[in-house]
Structures are given as structure tokens and as C-alpha cells.
């Protein structure tokens, strides 16, 4: 989803395009997918059998298209690999893409023209999408390794080997988290790879998010979410849920403008949202079917525009506000200038005489 569109591939070789706004079929195209589609700036990037196709997100015409030989395996990733052109210059982000393959193998792509930047074995398979801090890309691997690459060249930065079988990794600020089935949260250094702390819980942990103030979230299998420091995996606080969690937790608002909401999709496919500072519950949203997907949020709450839309599993695309969400939305900010407009002088009341 973009500000003005949601891209959405249909069985068995469709890619639609419906307006974010109203729900209209903008295009289609022919694009056989069973990953979500990658919105990068102003590009949508579709993963066929045998192929990324990069189309334009008005018309759906194809802009490049690369073809790779292995099967895919895990959700392309967007990610900004930082580059200083000359010794001494600022860091200019260049938009990349990142692509799993059978037999553990990674490759990045150039986002503007399809390019290969590099491909890295890593020495086994995984199928969950990497994370990225803008210098590295951090994978969680079925033999319990989290490998972390260079986003520039593709070299193996550091190792770490933790313990069961790994889910989902996300990285915040400096930690990159990932939780394991052995009902344990691990929170390692992004520069090398150092245990910074782990958090003993009553379930396995499905997945974290963090906040712009230092705070991390993660959700367990005992039903319950959970909110520490990043820093030191201190708690916050802890929250039972009421429905067994499907899908890592997400964290949206900017702690400023708007007040920061951790939402949770649950395997009965209700959506909630908690405050982040207290873990209060503050919204909630049943759809009409159960989910196909996760729910597709705006990272900033907007009233009155489209805020979130669903899939479901019986064929229906499902846009809402985010007051028809049940979540918060920012309170009205008062006028800081004066309105446009020329000022008028106060009349004077004569009395009416008798």
C-alpha cells in the first residue's frame, strides 16, 4: 500500500491495483505472485516464479524486469543501503532489494534498474524476510544462526548462534531481536552480533517491534504481549491478550504528533491496539472473515483518510478510517496563526430608539 494505492496479487496470475481511497479497480496485469508486493518510493516491485518485475504504481506498466534462476523462498525485502560516493562526503541511500533463495543463498538488487549488487551463501535456509539497519541485513536461519551481511558487497559481518528454531528478526535503533521456541527473546548488538540480554517467557516468541523512545515489544504464544527497554530487556509492562497472536506485533505513531499504539493480529484475525506507554487497550477491529495476510497499516494514523486495509480469505478487499478502526486518532491541533482573510472592525450597536 501506498498513499494512493493498494497493490494486491489474486490467485492465479493477476496483480490489482484498487484505489486507496475508494476501493476502485485502477489496473491489472498479468503477474503470477504469491508474495506480497514491495512499494519502494515510487516503484511496485512484484516477485514472480522466475522473476521481479518493476512496475509503475499508476499504470502497472513494467519499468525493468530481472529473471533468477533459483526458487524464492522467502517475501522480497526493501531496504536503503547508505553509499558515500567520494571520501569524506554524506552517506546517499540507495534504494535495494533483497531476495531469498533455496539452498540458503541471498542476493540485493538494485531497486532503480534491477541491477545484482551481490549474492552470499549463508550456509542454510530461512524463511523469514531479513531485517536491516541502513549498513547491514540480519538473517534469522533454520540451523539457529542469525548472520548479519554487509548491504554494500554482501560479506558475512558476524555470526551468532542462539538456541531452537528461529522466527521473524526486526531490528530498533541499535538491537536486532529475534525469538526462538524455546520461550526465549534474544536481543543482540547490530555492529557485532554481542548478546546484549535475553528474556526468559511462558511461550514461544512470534516477533517484536520497538518504539522511538527505547521501548521494545514482543508477543508470545502464552498470550500475552509484552513491552521492555530495549537497552536491557528490563520490563515495562506485560498484557494479557484475548486471542492467541498470529502475527509479530507493530508499532505506529511518533511519540510526539501522535501517541505511539503496538497493534496485535490474532489468529481469530481480530486486530488490537494497546498504548504503548501503559499497555492499555485502546481500539479493536473484527473483520467479517478471517484474514489472508497481515492487515496494511499507514505507519502514521491520518482522520478521515483510509487508514488500514484488509484482505480476506473469501475474496474481499476492506478499507477503513482509522475511528473505524477503534484506534486513536491524534486530538485536533489549535490554530497557531491567524486565518487568511482581511480583518474586520468591530461594529459599533446603536440601541433602537422608542
Known amino acids: 500500500m501506498d498513499d494512493e494505492r493498494v497493490y494486491i496479487p489474486i490467485e492465479p496470475e493477476t496483480i490489482v491495483a484498487l484505489s486507496r481511497s475508494s476501493g476502485a479497480k485502477l489496473w491489472t496485469r498479468d503477474i503470477e505472485s504469491m ?107 533454520d540451523d539457529s544462526r542469525v548472520v548479519a551481511l554487509s548491504l554494500a558487497d554482501g560479506r558475512v559481518e558476524w555470526e551468532q548462534k542462539l538456541e531452537g528454531m528461529l522466527n521473524q528478526p526486526s531490528f530498533t535503533r541499535d538491537r536486532v531481536f529475534v525469538g526462538s521456541n524455546t520461550n526465549l527473546l534474544f536481543a543482540l548488538d547490530n555492529v557485532n552480533g554481542r548478546l546484549a540480554w535475553r528474556w526468559k517467557t511462558g511461550g514461544d516468541v512470534i516477533g517484536t517491534s520497538g518504539d522511538t523512545k527505547g521501548g521494545a515489544y ?15 530487556g528490563n520490563q515495562r509492562w506485560i498484557k494479557e491478550i484475548p486471542t492467541r497472536p498470529l502475527l509479530p506485533p507493530e508499532t505506529f505513531g511518533d511519540g510526539m504528533m501522535y501517541e505511539e499504539i503496538v497493534v496485535l493480529t490474532g489468529v481469530t484475525s481480530e486486530i488490537d491496539a494497546f498504548a504503548a506507554k501503559t499497555g492499555a487497550a485502546v481500539g479493536m477491529y473484527m473483520p467479517p472473515s478471517d484474514l489472508q495476510g497481515a492487515p496494511l497499516i499507514d505507519p502514521v494514523l491520518k482522520p478521515y483518510g483510509v487508514a488500514m486495509v484488509v484482505i480476506t480469505r473469501d475474496g474481499r478487499a476492506i478499507g477503513l478510517t482509522s475511528s473505524a478502526m477503534l484506534l486513536p486518532e491524534p486530538a485536533a491541533a489549535p490554530f497557531t496563526s491567524e486565518l487568511p482573510g482581511r480583518r474586520l472592525e468591530r461594529e459599533r450597536f446603536t440601541p433602537a430608539t422608542r
Open 218 to 232: 514482543y508477543a508470545s504464544l502464552d498470550n500475552v504481549l509484552r513491552a521492555v527497554n530495549r537497552g536491557n
Open 35 to 141: 508474495w506480497p508486493p514491495v512499494v519502494i518510493e515510487n516503484t511496485v516491485f512484484v516477485a514472480a516464479s522466475d522473476e521481479i518485475h518493476a512496475l509503475d504504481p499508476a499504470t502497472g506498466d513494467t519499468r525493468w524486469r530481472v529473471s533468477y534462476e533459483e526458487r524464492m523462498i522467502a517475501p522480497l525485502t526493501a531496504a536503503e543501503m547508505m553509499i558515500r560516493k567520494d571520501p569524506g562526503a554524506k552517506p546517499v541511500p540507495i534504494p535495494v532489494l533483497i531476495a531469498l533463495f533455496d539452498k540458503g543463498m541471498a542476493a540485493a538488487f538494485d531497486a532503480r534498474n534491477g541491477r545484482v549488487y551481490w549474492s552470499q551463501p549463508l550456509g542454510a535456509p530461512t524463511h523469514f524476510a531479513p531485517a536491516s539497519d541502513g549498513v547491514r541485513a540480519f538473517f534469522a536461519l
